[in-house]
């Protein structure tokens, strides 16, 4: 019976110790040496504070792209520092868009005991790590489905990441989730502590900060230490923009690590009195300014209400900015659309009330308004139709003039070139007189033709000329057939005079 009651007891001791052990209290520090966040996350010269980056990453005020929305683009950053603390928990604030149905390839997070390549074969980094590497793949390599997905792998420095199985025989553990084209940055905190790595995701559906869910929790996890944070990202054949907004580390301690200092209990209610007591006396200053100052004091509730606005607000706001935009879009629109259909309408009108003309059918006019005059149209259809029949004609019976004015030069230079140019008294060959002649003819017989061809074609009377003088065909036919004559007496004499400067030599 002794034996049984010293056993309850150690068992109780040993159930409190696990307790205290289990319930003891971690000190939280953050490292802003470890960390980057907007604004001015980049300074001037484009470099960020104590992070190195390189690849194809951009790093601006307020974000750094690690790839953009290129094909085969990779990009990765690392701290210039390794860590000096063991425990530590990191939050990640990123967005992964694009417009393609699916992305490629993702995004890592890297604590490694040696700085990763910029433009690696693993996401952007290097592949052998010795460390942890936590995935964010958006590509099914493996064609099972099972994309995007997150995922930690741990290395030793002596393995080589399956991208056809997605690392899936290589994994520690993981969870299907969909971080691509959020209406909101997505978040993930992942944290090491204890030698468990647990990894909490925000789905970026919402602007809760708090609004995290649990990815994973692996125990036994064994990490180096002394390594470095980094980021990278990959693009393949695919491609989306992977932008990491802050990256904010925080150290972990225990208060029964090792080397941290202890505060008392004596110390500790010494201290909270000091501070209530300091707040005491702050209050009873707030009261006294309000009572010396009743006009200048506003209401403690509302102090800062005017001045600033809250999320709700500020999305009502927007939401209203916007539905005024729209409206202004569409009232411009409505204006255009009422232009159209009036030009239309009138467009309508006259081409309806040239159509009742046409038909000799007397315009319609409502009640009350005044006829509209349509504009006066000289020459109709069919008569256009026709002359541009007569002109078609006439450009033909030229090109045909032109052909027989070639064949009458030819033939006459031909003729003189065998009658020895003139006769011994200085006379025309008689030959050549005959060959004029029926040129003559030919051309007389021609022209008649095309006389009659024309009176034939021409069914209607020819449009009215204007007030000025005009000519008629048949008097430009005359011209014609007199410039011809001149131009062949004038050849004759030139020919009649070459041929008697022939006899001085």
Same mark, same amino acid.
């Given at each position: 019976m002794e034996f049984l009651n010293f056993k309850l007891i150690v068992c109780a001791f040993l159930l409190c110790l696990f307790v205290s052990v289990n319930t003891q209290s971690v000190h939280r520090r953050f490292e802003y040496k470890y960390s980057f966040k907007p604004p001015y996350l980049a300074q001037k010269d484009g470099s960020v504070p104590f992070w190195e980056y390189g690849g194809n990453a951009i790093a601006s005020g307020e974000s750094v792209r690690l790839a953009p929305s290129l094909r085969s683009q990779k990009g990765a950053i690392w701290t210039k520092q390794p860590i000096n603390f063991d425990w530590w928990e990191v939050d990640i604030m990123f967005k992964i868009t694009g417009r393609g149905r699916i992305g490629a390839d993702g995004?890592?997070?890297?604590?490694?005991?040696?700085?990763?390549?910029?433009?690696?074969?693993?996401?952007?980094?290097?592949?052998?790590?010795?460390?942890?590497?936590?995935?964010?793949?958006?590509?099914?390599?493996?064609? /099972? @489905?099972?994309?995007?997905?997150?995922?930690?792998?741990?290395?030793?420095?002596?393995?080589?990441?399956?991208?056809?199985?997605?690392?899936?025989?290589?994994?520690?553990?993981?969870?299907?989730?969909?971080?691509?084209?959020?209406?909101? &940055?997505?978040?993930? /905190?992942?944290?090491?502590?204890?030698?468990?790595?647990?990894?909490?995701? @925000?789905?970026?559906m919402t602007n809760n900060e708090q609004d995290y869910e649990l990815c994973f929790r692996a125990e036994n996890v064994v990490l180096p230490?002394?390594? @470095?944070?980094?980021?990278?990202?990959?693009?393949?054949?695919?491609?989306?923009?992977?932008?990491?907004?802050?990256?904010?580390?925080?150290?972990?301690?225990?208060?029964?690590?090792?080397?941290?200092?202890?505060?008392?209990?004596?110390?500790?209610?010494?201290?909270?009195?000091?501070?209530?007591?300091?707040?005491?006396?702050?209050?009873?200053?707030?009261?006294?300014?309000?009572?010396?100052? &009743?006009?200048?004091v506003r209401d403690k509730d509302s102090e800062f209400d005017d001045w600033f606005e809250s999320d709700g607000q500020r999305e009502l706001r927007q939401i209203f900015q916007g539905q005024a935009q729209i409206h202004d879009v569409l009232r411009d629109l409505n204006k255009k659309v009422d232009e159209v259909i009036g030009k239309q309408m009138n467009s309508i009108s006259m081409l309806t009330a040239v159509y009742s003309q046409a038909q000799g059918q007397?315009?319609?006019?409502?009640?009350?308004?005044? &006829?509209?005059?349509?504009?006066?149209?000289?020459?109709?259809? @069919?008569?256009?139709?026709?002359?541009?029949?007569?002109?078609?004609?006439?450009?033909?019976?030229?090109?045909?003039l032109k052909g027989f004015v070639i064949e009458v030069a030819r033939k006459s230079d031909s003729l003189l070139a065998a009658s020895g140019g003139t006769a011994a008294g200085g006379g025309i060959n008689p030959q050549f007189l005959t060959e004029l002649r029926d040129s003559i003819t030919n051309i007389k017989q021609t022209v008649g033709g095309v006389s009659q061809r024309l009176m034939a074609q021409a069914q209607v009377a020819p449009p009215p000329?204007?007030?000025?003088?005009?000519?008629?065909?048949?008097?430009?036919?005359?011209?014609?057939?007199?410039?011809?004559?001149?131009?062949?007496?004038?050849?004759?004499?030139?020919?009649? /005079?070459?041929?008697?400067? /022939?006899?001085?030599?």
């Open positions: 995004l890592a997070f890297w604590y490694t005991t040696q700085r990763g390549d910029y433009t690696g074969e693993v996401f952007g980094s290097s592949d052998k790590w010795n460390g942890l590497g936590v995935i964010f793949d958006s590509f099914d390599n493996d064609n /099972k @489905h099972n994309n995007p997905y997150i995922m930690a792998v741990v290395n030793d420095g002596t393995k080589v990441f399956d991208h056809k199985s997605d690392g899936t025989t290589q994994l520690l553990s993981g969870c299907l989730r969909d971080f691509r084209n959020k209406p909101f &940055p997505t978040r993930a /905190k992942i944290e090491y502590y204890m030698n468990t790595l647990t990894v909490y995701f @925000h789905n970026g230490r002394g390594g @470095h944070f980094g980021l990278s990202a990959a693009t393949g054949g695919l491609a989306d923009d992977h932008d990491v907004i802050h990256f904010l580390t925080t150290a972990l301690y225990s208060t029964q690590q090792p080397g941290t200092q202890q505060i008392s209990s004596d110390e500790q209610q010494k201290l909270s009195q000091e501070y209530q007591e300091y707040q005491k006396k702050l209050e009873q200053q707030k009261e006294e300014y309000r009572k010396e100052h &009743p006009d200048e007397p315009q319609q006019v409502a009640p009350g308004q005044i &006829p509209q005059q349509m504009p006066s149209m000289p020459i109709g259809r @069919h008569d256009w139709d026709a002359l541009v029949a007569n002109n078609q004609l006439m450009i033909n019976t030229i090109a045909e000329c204007p007030a000025a003088t005009c000519a008629s065909f048949t008097a430009i036919l005359l011209v014609a057939a007199m410039q011809l004559a001149l131009m062949f007496i004038y050849a004759l004499y030139k020919e009649r /005079k070459e041929a008697q400067a /022939k006899k001085f030599f």
